[in-house]
């Protein structure tokens, strides 16, 4: 008969690391601790380090006290962030790794207040368990208005000739324009602005194609625009329009070797990023004639030394990124990045998280009580594992009538992860960085669908969560292959767990579970369910499997509170019990 392992000592085993982990290989790297409440259990404190509209203060304060600090410098910003729960920027602060660092862990979230994140060290938020959330959508007709505006008024002009005039020249001959009208517009990323660019560039008469190797054909196609290869784009434009984030591979995109790929007199806007073009290159580009016109709102050293030839530059368009800059796109930038930042130390799941499991809010709501079942179903399964060898391979299964393309997991299994590695570890696990510390812990988590026929009303019937190559603590929970297998349902809103090994059972997974393995006789539940009474343990669900009449089965029983050692070993005494665990969900 298994020995009865209490939570505690099951803790006290795995979190000593002067002796080798019995379940997972402690790796002599850095250990990082975060922490998960904010300081004393009073408000969280929110860092909000450069301007935010009004309507996104006041609902920050609401939840949180807010600390407004702008214009600070890096080793300002490092002493400040270490007494704050979450830290709200725009593009002029960079959030690198000493920030992190400088955090003690105590860094939950970073809220971006735009859509690009090129200034967050997205790698070291992810290792420190730090969210990293933005604001989307709140600024995406702004940013793509102004790209119009900029296309229109570079193609006519304007504010060459609105500065000319105002010099008190008149210079019609001059200033003489090019219709946009027939003329093709290259848009290069096909995002949230990119498109909306596209259908207001449709409506001004012109021929729209863009690049985006991962923009889907079938969006492409409703707007009435040809998705090309960026060789087409560059080759075939009149007009180009940038939407790309800046990453390693759309660093200065825009250099001598493309445009002179170009068609010569192309006109180039860029609303996205400054260093997605080579600005030097560019410079040459428009002196040789190649660019005919530039319209820029952003550059890659903000705000551009005063004597920039390239602002300066005749045919050049500038203005000071003014891309979200309307009153609408402020407070609503505003109210997304703190509606997403108080949520997120909520403890809600961000559907504006960049570095975590991103799915749509609707699917987040269907999937919210299969999250938890997951998480659970995880930790279960890791307390049942026994031995030195460690746990290497997970599989988790997802039974489902929904076919596969309709059927995101990502969250189910970072939560799988969650459960599998926090209840053993001294690392705080969380949607952003489950991946990261599997993988530098040496588990592979494989995932299978197995596709059920029926009516895809739920989004999954069951998931099974496996752990292969270890020894168990309670040996009927390995299957027929040895692995140990524990199996879950959402009933009526509820976890529950479904089946040990191959024993059916049926236990809410609230509180925490005991499973006992005893000869199938009368008055086995009376006798545990009189000890557990007797103790003032209330026992909130209890269910019995067994392979057939009068053998073995399994007895699972859902308890409300931890019972004592004393109460537990009772219970193990119990003679026809012939094996037992208590597991702390």
Same mark, same amino acid.
């Given at each position: 008969?298994?020995?009865?392992?209490?939570?505690?000592?099951?803790?006290?085993?795995?979190?000593? @690391?002067?002796? +080798?982990?019995?379940?997972?290989?402690? *790796?002599?790297?850095?250990?990082?601790?975060?922490?998960?409440?904010?300081?004393?259990?009073?408000?969280?404190?929110?860092?909000?380090?450069?301007?935010?509209?009004?309507?996104?203060? &006041?609902?920050?304060?609401?939840?949180?006290?807010?600390?407004?600090?702008?214009?600070?410098?890096?080793?300002?910003?490092?002493?400040?962030?270490?007494?704050? &729960?979450?830290?709200?920027?725009?593009?002029?602060?960079?959030?690198?790794?000493?920030?992190?660092?400088?955090?003690?862990?105590?860094?939950?979230?970073? /809220?971006?207040?735009?859509?690009?994140?090129?200034?967050?060290?997205?790698?070291?938020?992810?290792?420190?368990?730090?969210?990293?959330?933005?604001?989307? @959508?709140?600024?995406?007709?702004?940013?793509?208005?102004? /790209?119009?505006?900029?296309?229109?008024?570079?193609?006519?002009?304007?504010?060459?000739? &609105?500065?000319?005039?105002?010099?008190?020249?008149?210079?019609?001959? =001059?200033?003489?324009?090019?219709?946009?009208?027939?003329?093709?517009?290259?848009?290069?990323?096909?995002?949230?602005?990119?498109?909306?660019?596209?259908?207001?560039?449709?409506?001004?008469?012109?021929?729209?194609?863009?690049?985006?190797?991962?923009?889907?054909?079938?969006?492409?196609?409703? #707007?009435?625009?040809?998705?090309?290869?960026?060789?087409?784009? #560059?080759?075939?434009?009149?007009?180009?329009?940038?939407?790309?984030?800046?990453?390693?591979?759309?660093?200065?995109?825009?250099?001598?070797?493309?445009?002179?790929? !170009?068609?010569?007199?192309?006109?180039?806007?860029?609303?996205?990023?400054?260093?997605?073009? %080579?600005?030097?290159?560019?410079?040459?580009?428009?002196?040789?004639?190649?660019?005919?016109?530039?319209?820029? &709102?952003?550059?890659?050293?903000? +705000?551009?030394?005063?004597?920039?030839?390239?602002?300066?530059?005749?045919?050049?368009?500038?203005?000071?990124?003014?891309?979200?800059?309307?009153?609408?796109?402020?407070?609503?930038?505003?109210? $997304?990045?703190?509606?997403?930042?108080?949520?997120?130390?909520?403890? $809600?799941?961000?559907?504006?998280?960049?570095?975590?499991?991103?799915?749509?809010? $609707?699917? !987040?709501?269907?999937?919210?009580?299969?999250?938890?079942?997951?998480?659970?179903?995880?930790?279960?399964?890791?307390?049942?594992?026994?031995?030195?060898?460690?746990?290497?391979?997970?599989?988790?299964?997802?039974?489902?009538?929904?076919? +596969? %393309? %309709?059927?995101?997991?990502?969250?189910?299994?970072?939560?799988?992860?969650?459960?599998?590695?926090?209840?053993?570890?001294?690392?705080?696990?969380?949607?952003?960085?489950? %991946?990261?510390?599997?993988?530098?812990?040496?588990? =592979?988590?494989?995932?299978?669908?197995?596709?059920?026929?029926?009516?895809?009303?739920?989004?999954?019937?069951?998931? @099974?969560?496996?752990?292969?190559?270890?020894?168990?603590?309670?040996?009927?929970?390995?299957?027929?292959? /040895?692995?140990?297998?524990?199996?879950?349902?959402?009933? *009526?809103?509820?976890?529950?767990?479904?089946?040990?090994?191959?024993?059916?059972?049926?236990?809410?997974?609230?509180?925490?579970?005991?499973?006992?393995?005893?000869?199938?006789? +009368?008055?086995?539940?009376?006798?545990?369910?009189?000890?557990?009474?007797?103790?003032?343990?209330?026992?909130?669900?209890?269910?019995?499997?067994?392979?057939?009449?009068?053998?073995?089965?399994? !007895?699972?029983?859902?308890?409300?509170?931890?019972?004592? =050692?004393?109460?537990?070993?009772? #219970?193990?005494?119990?003679?026809?019990? $012939?094996?037992?665990?208590?597991?702390?969900?």
């Amino acid at each position: 008969m298994a020995t009865p392992l209490s939570l505690s000592s099951l803790f006290t085993s795995r979190l000593n @690391t002067t002796t +080798p982990s019995s379940v997972f290989p402690i *790796q002599r790297r850095r250990r990082i601790i975060l922490v998960t409440s904010s300081a004393g259990g009073g408000k969280p404190t929110i860092l909000v380090a450069e301007k935010l509209g009004q309507a996104g203060i &006041d609902l920050l304060k609401k939840y949180a006290n807010v600390d407004c600090s702008y214009d600070l410098s890096l080793e300002e910003l490092c002493t400040k962030i270490s007494l704050c &729960d979450a830290l709200i920027v725009r593009s002029g602060t960079k959030v690198g790794r000493d920030v992190f660092e400088s955090s003690r862990g105590r860094l939950k979230v970073v /809220g971006r207040a735009g859509v690009g994140i090129d200034n967050v060290d997205l790698a070291a938020a992810t290792e420190y368990g730090c969210l990293v959330v933005n604001a989307p @959508t709140a600024n995406t007709v702004a940013a793509a208005e102004h /790209g119009i505006a900029l296309l229109t008024s570079m193609a006519r002009n304007v504010a060459q000739a &609105d500065a000319s005039i105002k010099a008190g020249k008149w210079m019609r001959n =001059k200033y003489v324009g090019v219709s946009l009208v027939g003329k093709t517009l290259a848009v290069l990323g096909f995002g949230k602005v990119g498109s909306e660019v596209a259908r207001r560039a449709r409506g001004l008469g012109m021929h729209v194609i863009t690049h985006d190797p991962y923009a889907p054909a079938d969006r492409a196609r409703a #707007i009435g625009v040809e998705l090309v290869s960026f060789e087409v784009a #560059i080759s075939t434009a009149d007009f180009i329009s940038l939407h790309l984030p800046l990453t390693a591979a759309t660093s200065k995109m825009l250099n001598d070797e493309t445009f002179a790929r !170009m068609k010569k007199g192309v006109r180039i806007v860029n609303v996205a990023r400054g260093g997605v073009i %080579d600005e030097e290159a560019l410079l040459r580009a428009l002196d040789s004639g190649i660019v005919a016109q530039a319209a820029l &709102d952003v550059f890659t050293v903000e +705000p551009p030394v005063k004597d920039n030839k390239l602002v300066l530059h005749e045919n050049v368009t500038a203005t000071p990124h003014l891309g979200a800059s309307t009153m609408e796109a402020q407070e609503g930038v505003a109210i $997304e990045v703190a509606e997403a930042v108080v949520g997120a130390l909520r403890g $809600e799941l961000a559907a504006t998280a960049v570095n975590a499991p991103m799915v749509p809010p $609707e699917v !987040m709501r269907e999937l919210k009580p299969y999250v938890v079942l997951a998480e659970k179903l995880g930790r279960l399964a890791v307390q049942l594992v026994t031995g030195g060898s460690g746990v290497y391979a997970v599989k988790v299964t997802y039974a489902s009538s929904r076919a +596969p %393309d %309709d059927l995101d997991t990502r969250l189910l299994r970072a939560m799988v992860i969650k459960g599998l590695i926090e209840p053993i570890s001294s690392v705080f696990i969380n949607l952003v960085n489950s %991946d990261y510390i599997a993988k530098q812990r040496g588990v =592979k988590i494989s995932e299978e669908r197995m596709v059920l026929d029926g009516t895809p009303a739920n989004p999954i019937e069951y998931i @099974t969560v496996r752990i292969a190559n270890v020894e168990s603590r309670f040996a009927s929970a390995l299957s027929e292959s /040895g692995e140990i297998k524990v199996e879950g349902r959402v009933k *009526q809103g509820v976890p529950s767990l479904t089946k040990v090994g191959l024993f059916g059972v049926d236990v809410s997974l609230e509180g925490s579970v005991i499973l006992c393995r005893q000869v199938d006789q +009368p008055g086995m539940i009376g006798k545990v369910a009189s000890i557990l009474g007797d103790e003032n343990v209330n026992v909130s669900f209890m269910s019995v499997g067994r392979i057939a009449p009068g053998q073995q089965a399994v !007895m699972a029983i859902g308890v409300d509170e931890q019972p004592s =050692k004393e109460t537990l070993k009772k #219970i193990e005494d119990i003679s026809a019990i $012939e094996e037992f665990v208590f597991l702390k969900l």
